[in-house]
């Protein structure tokens, strides 16, 4: 099942340079877009989210892009900092259903060197 | 900020052996959702319930796995008979609903030797 795909395993990049996360779904039906952060031993961290309605949110130095044609999104960290070294999720999810299932990718792993 | 806790932090049981594991969702939450992750692999789905039932189950979580929100505040997941591929961290998580306030445990780590 891989419905949800993140094909860099890794990143590495310089601080105060911008990371950028990517994520592609072969799901049509999802219509719900999130990104979470995780250390080791702890639980996803919510980081944000788009609707399909939208092609782009922003909150801080995070934003989302949406391009549902290509059926991908990503994430841009700017300016990006050592504490933002974590492994990054993105998850998708269709919201007709009451519960929202997440189907998440399988990570991407970013250092920021300093 | 509220949290959803669980416990214990790390298990460690005997293959065959019954566990259960806890979580403590955020009070004004009503979606609840059990999910692992074993080592290197993706964070995958295995239960959701709503209003004191499931609705909806992966493949994963066969006749071994069910799961009880006993008193308004617990929820629990429940492994009858563990194997050694059940060993993954398991985390709990709950939500206000229409895609909002989704926010996971800091998990538990389930070791069957």
């Known amino acids: 099942d891989q419905q949800v795909k993140q094909n860099s395993p890794s990143l590495s990049v310089q601080e105060g340079r911008i990371s950028i996360l990517n994520c592609d779904y072969t799901?049509?039906?999802?219509?719900?877009f999130l990104w979470y952060k995780k250390y080791p031993a702890e639980g996803p961290t919510f980081l944000i989210s788009i609707s399909s309605i939208k092609d782009k949110n922003e909150d801080g130095r995070f934003t989302v892009f949406l391009n549902k044609s290509a059926k991908h999104l990503s994430l841009h960290i700017v300016p990006s900092q050592p504490g933002d070294s974590a492994v990054y999720f993105c998850?998708?999810?269709?919201?007709?259903?009451?519960?929202?299932?997440?189907?998440f990718g399988q990570g991407t792993r970013l250092t920021i060197n300093p | 900020e509220p949290e959803v806790t669980q416990t214990p932090s790390h298990q460690v049981t005997q293959m065959g052996q019954e566990v259960i594991l806890r979580c403590v969702p955020i009070?004004?939450?009503?979606?609840f959702y059990w999910y692992r992750q074993i080592l290197g692999q993706k964070v995958e789905f295995l239960v959701s319930f709503y209003n004191n039932e499931i609705s909806e189950k992966s493949e994963i979580f066969d006749d071994q796995f069910s799961v009880e929100r006993p008193d308004g505040s617990n929820f629990t997941l429940k492994i009858r008979s563990t194997k050694l591929e059940d060993s993954a961290m398991y985390f709990c998580?709950?939500?206000?609903?229409?895609?909002?306030?989704?926010?996971f445990g800091s998990g538990t780590r389930l070791t069957v030797v």
């Open positions: 998580a709950s939500q206000t609903g229409g895609g909002y306030g989704y926010t």
């Open positions: 009070s004004n939450h009503l979606y």
């Open positions: 799901n049509s039906m999802f219509d719900y």
């Open positions: 998850a998708a999810s269709n919201l007709i259903q009451g519960a929202q299932k997440l189907v």
